[in-house]
């Protein structure tokens, strides 16, 4: 039997139903655990064709040359893509909300003197809502919310959203890319991934949201080895 996206999800699969021509198509719903340590860079784009595609992302997550990083989870769920995308990486080490989760979580640096806060602070004010806060003062009850989601990961181990959630929540996973060389590139999740890096968990569960055409003509497999 052909597979079928729940129709409750609200999610597009052209993109994916259009893989079935190739050789390896992929259930965009597949979880797997990897280490997070194989999940080294983050997709950035910048053309004019990707902001067509996709729109504006949040402007405080990449470098001030790139206003774009990554894809719609689930406009591109499942998608395999041509093109330049995955050369156009930027290291996680050097990703604003990694740097800042871990200057605070592994450097004991109050919240509001890292950069990553201040930068944050400085787009809400400017007009931009993240996570649907709009004040400083929401902001400051979001890294709350990290001081507790780094506590109960430290304390309990790394969960699944579907754990988490009673198996409802299945979709909402740590999203990954992969490039032509099979890495897997940073695409959705930078909280928990960068949590996890910091308390060096061992393995965690991610969706692939894209592929790039080439990987998937080369390989024999639906998912990069070790």
Known sequence: MEWQADPDAGLRFDEWRRTKRLRHPADPFTVRRVDPDRIGHVTVYTDAVDRAQDGERHPAFTPPDSRFAGFFRAARAG??????WDRRSIPFDEYLPYVGLRRH???????????????IVECITGGSSLWGRKTEA????????LDRLY???????YRSASDLHDGKLQYDEVAVNVGRDGRLLFNDGKHRLS?????????????VVVRHQSWVADSDREFPAE
């Open 79 to 84: 998608a395999v893509l041509r093109g330049e």
């Open 105 to 119: 979580f592994v450097d004991g640096v109050d919240w509001e003197d890292t950069r990553y806060y201040r930068r």
């Open 138 to 145: 929401e902001f400051r009850e979001r890294c709350a919310e």
């Open 151 to 157: 506590d109960r990961i430290d304390r309990e181990g």
């Open 195 to 207: 949590i996890a890096k910091a308390l060096g968990v061992d393995a965690v569960p991610v969706r």
